[in-house]
């Protein structure tokens, strides 16, 4: 039984005690069910319940991997949706998330069925509001007419005449779309990124090419509201590089002295925390810049995370942590990144959960999209009016997309999982990056978009790419009226 426990616990779910009975009492292999219960489980999941269980128990002998395996790719085939389970909520939600299930291998396939799984979750955000038709039906008997369709960009450039020109796919062909330099929608065009999916609409010639009159972008739902209503307070933080001669040791001191209640707290606030989520770089790891020996205190890797833990674990028991990896944590660099392993998370207390990036959690009642923010690098240098400054209008770009990563293979490598991850499939109520060391806050659509800076000061390679950090000042959401708060400990 605890082997089966802990076997969910690896793969980040909890497991309801009639579940664990019901596969513990199964008289087939019952490594083979645990898999496909795996395999079986959406985003939303983060208990296994008996329905899990109980369905992979009857058609367990019909299905086969190999079969599924060699079905081979039908391009227009809508992705499957599983029915979500309704149940009752833990504090902490663990959902889509990478962690154990990394399905890629990097072969050609692999990126295929990513792109693929890309383009139809995205389409089918767009089909809400756009009757589109599939490429390969833009013949001669289309020109001259008004048409729509969704596609993903493979290239996006300016020709010598000074128009703008995008190659667009689907699953049935390529097209060729152009936005005259005269065209009203001419500067709209500079925000188009290579590899997002979006709807156009325009004038077909009937021979490959479309004259575009208008951008659709997936976005989130017209919402001025806030999308939940929870309870309790929630530090949001990130980027704090434990082991890097930068980390603001006295800072982070008084930030917990402040929330264990030992420092001043006319505001009553610290009491009400109940949550603290850190959205990677605990620490500052080694080898990932040239030179970084240098910039270290700690020059041992294990080392680092037994300084962070001995941090973190000095913060009141009351709070539920919440830690997710960053581009300088002990996991792969590629993306999405799973959780800390165990070798590191063990010297913590049980209070903190590790997750991956991105991850979805709920806290207090409250959705929260988790993800570093790698992909912050290279949206400020491709979308004119981005920058390192403003790190929430980036991450505005992520929502408007609903993709927390729209250019693939620039700075950040995506590893090829069968399914798309980063797609935002439901609109969360917070999204929480960090990564470029600058505090931002903005309201979306009813999301609350947060960047939650740093404990580092700046570092001389920031001081030469003129990155200007605000480290020490830590968001806190009122998770009952979504309204946030700047504290500051420097
Ligand atoms: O990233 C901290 C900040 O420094 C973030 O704004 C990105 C920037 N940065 C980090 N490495 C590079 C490279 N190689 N080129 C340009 N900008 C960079 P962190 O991940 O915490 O080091
Ligand atoms: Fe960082
Ligand atoms: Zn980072």
């Known amino acids: 039984m605890l082997e ?4 969910f616990a690896q793969e980040g779910y909890q497991i309801d005690p009639q579940a664990l009975e019901l596969i513990s009492s199964y008289s087939g292999p019952k490594n083979e069910l645990i898999v496909r219960v795996l395999r079986g489980l959406d985003g939303s999941v983060a208990v296994i319940d008996p329905s899990h269980v109980s369905n992979h128990i009857s058609v367990l002998p019909e299905r086969s991997t190999l079969s599924e395996k ?49 383009y139809s979750k ?16 833009l013949g001669k008997s289309t020109a001259g007419r008004e048409v729509s ?34 065209s009203e929608i001419f500067d709209q065009s500079y925000q188009v990124v290579p590899d997002e999916v979006l709807g156009v609409t325009g004038v077909s010639d009937g021979g490959g090419r479309i004259f575009i009159r208008s951008f659709l972008w997936p ?37 917990i002295s402040w929330v264990n209640g030992d420092a001043e707290d006319p505001s009553g606030l610290a009491s009400q925390v109940e949550y603290l989520v850190v959205a990677g770089d605990l620490v500052d790891g080694i080898g990932v810049y040239p030179g970084q020996d240098a910039d270290l205190t700690i020059p041992d890797i294990y080392e680092q995370y037994k300084k962070a833990a001995e941090y973190i674990n000095s913060i009141r028991k009351d709070i539920s942590i919440i ?16 959780a800390l392993p165990e070798e590191v998370t063990r010297d913590f207390n049980a209070n903190c959960t590790f ?14 999209l988790v993800y570093h923010g790698r992909s912050i690098d290279d949206l400020v240098l491709r979308i004119p009016g981005l920058s390192y400054g403003e790190p929430e209008k980036a991450m505005l770009e992520m929502l408007r997309r609903r993709h927390l990563c729209p250019i693939y293979g620039n700075r950040v490598s995506i590893a090829p999982e069968h399914e798309d991850h980063y797609v935002i499939q439901k609109p969360p109520s917070i999204l ?41 000042v830590v968001p806190l959401v009122d998770l009952a009226s979504m309204k946030v708060r700047k504290l500051v400990f420097a």
């Not at 089966?4 to 076997?7: C, E, Y």
């Not at 997750?355 to 959690?361: I, L």
């Not at 929480?432 to 659509?445: D, E, F, N, Q």
């Open 4 to 7: 089966i426990v802990q076997r």
């Open 70 to 118: 060699s079905k081979g790719p039908n391009k227009l085939e809508r992705p499957e949706h599983q029915e979500r389970v309704a149940k009752e909520k833990p504090q902490v939600d663990l959902n889509c998330d990478v962690t154990g299930r990394s399905t890629c291998v990097g072969e050609y396939e692999d990126f295929v069925r990513y792109f693929r799984d890309r």
């Open 122 to 137: 995205i389409r089918e955000i767009l089909s809400r509001r756009l009757t589109a038709r599939p490429i390969e039906s």
């Open 149 to 182: 369709i969704i596609g993903m960009v493979m290239d996006v450039r300016t020709t010598n005449k000074g128009h703008r020109v995008l190659e667009l796919e689907d699953p049935t062909g390529m097209i060729i779309a152009v936005i005259g330099k005269d």
């Open 219 to 255: 976005d989130m739902p017209s919402q001025s509201r806030p999308l939940g209503e929870g309870h309790g307070y929630a530090l949001l933080t990130s980027d704090i590089h434990v082991g890097s001669r930068y980390f603001m040791e006295e800072a982070w001191e008084r930030f």
């Open 323 to 338: 830690i997710s990896p960053g581009n300088h944590d002990m996991v792969r660099q590629a993306e999405p990144q799973p």
């Open 355 to 368: 997750v991956g990036s991105p991850a979805w959690v709920t806290l207090g009642g409250i959705q929260v």
């Open 432 to 472: 929480h990056c960090g990564h470029v060391h600058t505090v931002g806050i903005a309201k979306y659509k009813g999301v609350v978009a947060i960047n939650s800076g740093t404990w580092q000061s700046q570092t001389d390679f920031q001081k030469k790419m003129n990155i200007q950090p605000t480290p020490a």
